[in-house]
């Protein structure tokens, strides 16, 4: 079992950045695979970064490439999205997820469907 806590969202305007954090608890958090999602109003949940159990590799999202930063701390069962440069079309509520069974085989899982554990949710919303 793995529960997750979402923190750190909030209005801040076109440019600026944000930090999300998501805190674990429970014994796999340190061998899952983590992803950030996000859901926009009137729109579908869509992947926005993955990183392996180590922290070793991480993928994004082609909105999110050059913009968004995810991270780790195994020791303080964190994951983290540094989020910069931020746009209107950023605006949506964010979720951390856990993906400790697909984990076993796949190093970066981004279908919604491979994770298990899910926060719920911190709203970031971006104005121009």
């Known amino acids: 079992q793995v529960q997750l806590v979402e923190s750190g969202g909030g209005s801040v305007q076109a440019g600026g950045s944000l930090r999300l954090s998501c805190a674990a608890s429970g014994r796999t958090f340190s061998t899952s695979p983590m992803g950030w999602f996000r859901q926009a109003p009137g729109k579908e949940r869509e992947f926005v970064a993955a990183?392996?159990?180590?922290?070793?590799?991480?993928t994004y999202a082609e909105s999110a490439k050059g913009r968004f930063t995810i991270s780790r701390d195994n020791a303080k069962k964190m994951a983290y999205l540094q989020m910069n440069s931020l746009k209107p079309e950023d605006t949506a509520v964010y979720y951390c997820a856990a993906a400790p069974r697909a984990g076993r085989t796949i190093t970066l899982p981004t279908p919604e469907r491979l994770y298990d554990y899910w926060g719920q949710g911190t709203q970031v919303t971006v104005s121009s």
């Open positions: 990183i392996s159990w180590s922290g070793g590799s991480t």
